[in-house]
């Protein structure tokens, strides 16, 4: 883990049609909130979980429909154990399981806000929380660019196989510095590309989404 400020600085142009990126997103993680066991180009699940290095104690306790449409990239819980009392947000938190994990971290002195723009994803997160009847945690339809989150709310943000999907992502870490308090502690686990991308690649949305 390192920690550094995150200066602000004018945005790159976008070269990607930016509405047509999230439209093929949400229609991608729509079916993965209906149909969790279908092929999907990536892994999902307990069978991910456990390959990302949740431990079992933590998978195991939620039902199987809290964790069939986990679609995470790596483990932010790895970072730094949230504490009781923590107030934290989870950046495209799809069907919730990283916030339900959070809000049993923070305890009931604690809450957790889940953002997604996929609205599927959202009401199965929230069924969920639900179900597995936690009560400080809620979920908030919205874009990683444009958090629904007061200034200087969070404790911690959490996110998980987000941000590689935002055209934007300066305005995605602008958005995350705003909510965090001052001292505050981004936790997120991603996708990164060492090298510049070419235009063309830049451009096509079947790459992104890939
Ligand atoms: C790979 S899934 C990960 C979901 C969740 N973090 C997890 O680990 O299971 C990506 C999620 O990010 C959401 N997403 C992608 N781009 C977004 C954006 N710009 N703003 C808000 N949510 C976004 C998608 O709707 C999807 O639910």
Redesign the pocket.
Known sequence: MSERTIEPRVSAPLLVDTDAL?EQ??SK?RA?AADPGATHH?HTGRPLAQRLGYPAEVVDAFPEAAVE?????GNPFSLRRLEPGERVV??????G??SLVAARAVGNTGRVIG????PE?LAKARANAASTDTGNVEFRE????ALPVEDGWADTVI????IN???DKRA?FDEITRVLRPGGTLQFADIANGEPVPEDALRDIDLWTG
């Open positions: 999230r997103v949400r993680y993965v990536f449409s986990f679609a995470g990239v989870d950046v495209g938190c799809g069907a399981f990283d953002v997604d723009m996929t994803m919205g874009l990683a660019e996110s998980n196989g987000v999907l935002c055209a995605a």
